[in-house]
């Protein structure tokens, strides 16, 4: 009996250590610790293996991690592109005209062009005329351009209309390139410069603009506040003179503006200044007063300082025609030696250019061509009338490109 028991004991010992051997060869399931008995670190998991199409071997559908020792540009250090600040050089006279015009050069070079792609029969010198009338020219000014350039067409027998075109530019050219531009200066002693117009114009503004300019130049300026009719205007220039570095003499609203005018003069002679620029008011519904103001103004300048080096009219180009009208009766008053002519670079046609000079017979001295001290710039003919015309070549070479954008889609929805 007690060897039955024996040999039954031995039997199940043998099958147990025959499982676990059997269970260890073909890869069996070993027991994991309990979730209490596991590390608490982790650590990131590697992308999973899949076999490809065929079964050898394992592809990875994920990149490789980055290599921060890498080279970036395994194409060479002559792709590498060296992030380095580099100084733009400042915009030529010319090519701010070209850049800040461009509205102007849009409303009349489009214009011309189609004109005189035509010919120049009756037709195209009557919408000449219609397009230099809506450039704001004006229409005494107009009618004597055009008949001038007929005339000049006549005697040199031109018939095409690009000489025509071309003929026309350098009239223009001669025509605002004679009078004389330069801002006037004393040889010794302060100069004096008055300015007048509208308000709303720019007119302090620009004074400002141009008394931080000579202040950086190294000049002595003082400021002379003669609009007492608005208080925001003494304060404009007060602030302008804070920035310029300029002296600014001024009094309380409503004050006398020859009083403020004589009081700026003996300030500037006291210190030796260089230039005293003067702003008075410009309020046209009150047209006898101003003129009457205006006048006064001048006479006590001119008692004291001998002369008015210069009295510069500020209009806003914007306003076409309705400026034309403000220079006449500003013209009244006082003797305006040029013009200062505000934002060009906005809506302005450019005609009024050509306008002031055929129609007022003053010059334009200063224009402004954007917000910036740099912007209000001389008065450069050939630079005006070059960026007048610029779109007539520009506008043929952007069609001539909307044209082969437009071939190029279709071609691409033909291909689908």
């Given at each position: 009996m007690e060897l039955l028991i024996v040999a039954v004991v031995a039997i199940i010992v043998l099958v147990v250590v025959g499982g676990l051997f059997v269970g260890r060869s073909r890869g069996g399931t070993t027991t994991?610790?309990?979730?209490?008995?596991?590390?608490?670190?982790?650590?990131?998991l590697e992308p999973r293996p899949e076999s490809?199409?065929?079964?050898?071997?394992?592809?990875?559908?994920?990149?490789?991690?980055?290599?921060?020792?890498?080279?970036?540009?395994?194409?060479?250090?002559?792709?590498?592109?060296?992030?380095?600040?580099v100084e733009e050089a400042p915009l030529t006279l010319v090519e701010r005209f070209r850049s800040r015009l461009t509205k102007a050069s849009s409303a009349l070079g489009a214009n011309l062009r189609g004109i005189f792609s035509q010919g120049l029969d009756e037709d195209a010198w009557e919408e000449l005329e219609e397009s230099l009338i809506a450039a704001d020219v004006g229409v005494e000014a107009t009618m004597e351009l055009v008949a001038g350039l007929?005339?000049?067409?006549?005697?040199?027998?031109?018939?095409?209309?690009?000489?025509?075109?071309?003929?026309?530019?350098?009239?223009?050219?001669?025509?605002?390139?004679?009078?004389?531009?330069?801002?006037?200066?004393?040889?010794?002693?302060?100069?004096?410069?008055?300015?007048?117009?509208?308000?709303?114009?720019?007119?302090?503004?620009?004074?400002?603009?141009?008394?931080?300019?000579?202040?950086?130049?190294?000049?002595?300026?003082v400021l002379a506040a003669a609009d007492t009719f608005r208080?925001?205007?003494?304060?404009?220039?007060?602030?302008?003179?804070?920035?310029?570095?300029?002296?600014?003499?001024?009094?309380?609203?409503g004050a006398d503006p020859a009083a403020v005018a004589f009081d700026g003069w003996k300030a500037a002679t006291a210190s030796g200044a260089d230039l005293l620029m003067i702003d008075t008011a410009g309020r046209l519904q009150n047209k006898k007063e101003l003129m009457a103001e205006l006048s006064k103004v001048k006479r006590v300048v001119e008692r004291e300082a001998e002369q008015l080096d210069e009295v510069l009219l500020v209009l806003d180009a914007t306003t076409g025609q309705n400026g034309l009208s403000q220079a006449k009766a500003f013209m009244e008053a006082v003797d305006v030696t040029g013009v200062v002519l505000t934002k060009l670079d906005g809506t302005a046609r450019g005609g009024i250019v050509i306008g002031i000079q055929r129609t007022l017979g003053i010059p334009v001295k200063l224009v402004g061509l954007g917000e910036g001290i740099e912007d209000l710039a001389p008065f450069d003919p050939d630079a005006f009338v070059d960026a007048l015309f610029a779109d007539v070549v520009q506008d043929v070479e952007l069609e001539d490109y909307a044209s082969a954008l437009l071939e190029a889609d279709q071609v691409d929805e033909e291909q689908g």
């Open positions: 994991l610790p309990r979730p209490s008995d596991r590390p608490t670190t982790t650590t990131p490809d199409e065929r079964g050898e071997g394992a592809v990875t559908t994920r990149p490789p991690p980055p290599d921060a020792d890498a080279d970036p540009y395994p194409g060479g250090p002559d792709l590498l592109v060296e992030d380095e600040a007929r005339d000049r067409v006549r005697e040199q027998g031109i018939t095409d209309g690009e000489a025509a075109l071309a003929l026309l530019k350098e009239i223009l050219r001669l025509e605002l390139g004679m009078a004389d531009r330069s801002l006037a200066r004393r040889d010794a002693g302060t100069t004096v410069w008055l300015f007048t117009g509208v308000n709303g114009t720019g007119k302090t503004t620009s004074i400002g603009k141009l008394a931080k300019r000579h202040v950086d130049a190294g000049e002595t300026v208080a925001a205007a003494s304060e404009q220039l007060q602030i302008w003179g804070e920035r310029s570095g300029a002296r600014v003499v001024r009094q309380d609203e």
